[in-house]
Structure formats: structure tokens, C-alpha cells
């Protein structure tokens, strides 16, 4: 089969319209390197872009997307811990000075883990395993609910970031960083079809819409 022609035709707009107007900004990415301030972890779902919700450029965020927008605990068993590597490197190399977990609305992952919790596992090799990371967020969830909603796949959503959250202290160089004050962590929730963000407050857990800036050409 060939290369997607829709892709090639992608490209051409992009070159085009985005690399040559910002042409010095990606030749001095190219010279010096990236320096994100901001790592955001996100859903695979290919309705949820980081780069186009928070209308950031090349070299403006570290984006690492899997399904359900997880971050499993620290753990020192032999595997490939791709999550926890882009991590590492986003905290430790780049020094990011914020984390960001974002879900979103009608994510399949968190379905998933709804309709199977019970079950051996989902058909395949990896889903079952990687969504039964969010079995202790719906145990927290139906032990101190923080939320009083009505939508039951609202507030798994809600609650898979939460215990994202809860793990990434795990991780001793997350916890050294937030020690020092060098890294802030932060839970989002995104719409896909109002386009609304909420953003968790700190103190409560809680998500509330988000409060943006005065736009800016």
C-alpha cells in the first residue's frame, strides 16, 4: 500500500503555511534544542490535540499521549515502561516546571474499563492490562466520591486523572522536583464537542471551568 495521500496533501499545507512562516523559530529549535516549560500527558484519541487546545507552537510543550491519558506507579519491574521513560526525561533532561494530565470527555479507554472491570481482561494482549490501572481510582471513587454527578463515565474520567496525579509521586524525581519547588502538577479535563477545558483546584480535587487570558493574535 502507499504512503496516505491525505497525509502528503497534510504536509504540503503545512510546509507551506507553517514551517516557512515560522521558519526561524524552527531552525534555532534545530540549533539550540527544545525547552518546554510544560509536559502534557493526554489520550491517543485523535479528537484531543494538546498542541491545538492550547494553541502552542513548535517546541512549546511536551506532549505524551496514551490510551486514557494514564500514569502508571513507580515500579522497578523489567519491561518497557514508555509512560515512565517520558516522564523521566521530561522532568530530569528537559526540566519541565509543569505537568499536566488531561482527560476528556467520552474517552473510550475509561469506557472500556467501566464496561470490563469485571472481567479476566478485553480481547488482546495489552488494553485489559493498561486500563486496570484505574481499578484504584474507582475504589477511591466508590469509597470518598469527590464528585456529586449523576454521569458515572464523567466521573471515572475525572477520577483517572486524579489517580494519575496520585501516581506520578511515585516517582522520586517528581517528588524532589515539587520538593524544590521546580515542578507544579495539575489535573485537566477537556470537551470535545463544547470545547470547554476544566482544570482540577488543588485543594478540593474539584473541576472547574477553566478562566482564560485575554486572546492574543
Not at 497525509?7 to 503545512?14: A, K, T
Request: proline letters at 6%; aromatic letters at 8%.
Amino acid at each position: 500500500m502507499t504512503f496516505p495521500e491525505s497525509l502528503l496533501s497534510g504536509y504540503g499545507r503545512y510546509f507551506e503555511k507553517g514551517f516557512v512562516r515560522h521558519k526561524e523559530t524552527h531552525e534555532h529549535l534545530a540549533v539550540y534544542g527544545q525547552k518546554p516549560e510544560v509536559m502534557v500527558i493526554s489520550c491517543c484519541d485523535s479528537r484531543v490535540t494538546p498542541e491545538g487546545i492550547f494553541h502552542a507552537g513548535p517546541g512549546e510543550l511536551f506532549v505524551l499521549r496514551n490510551v486514557a491519558n494514564l500514569v502508571p506507579p513507580y515500579e522497578e519491574t523489567e519491561g518497557q515502561h514508555g509512560t515512565s521513560a517520558a516522564l523521566e526525561y521530561a522532568v530530569t533532561a528537559l526540566k519541565v516546571q509543569h505537568v499536566v494530565v488531561m482527560g476528556h470527555a467520552k474517552c473510550g479507554g475509561v469506557q472500556a474499563f467501566r464496561e470490563n472491570a469485571n472481567a479476566p481482561a478485553l480481547k488482546g494482549d495489552f488494553i485489559g492490562r493498561w486500563i486496570k490501572l484505574l481499578e484504584p481510582a474507582a475504589i477511591a471513587m466508590a469509597c470518598m466520591p469527590v464528585d456529586r454527578i449523576d454521569d458515572p463515565q464523567l466521573a471515572m474520567e475525572y477520577a483517572g486523572v486524579r489517580q494519575s496525579l496520585k501516581n506520578l509521586h511515585t516517582f522520586s524525581f517528581v517528588e524532589e522536583a515539587v520538593a524544590k519547588g521546580e515542578l507544579s502538577l495539575h489535573g485537566a479535563w477537556f470537551d470535545i464537542g463544547s470545547g470547554e477545558l476544566r482544570v482540577m483546584d488543588p485543594h478540593t480535587e474539584k473541576f472547574e471551568t477553566a478562566v482564560s487570558g485575554t486572546p492574543t493574535e
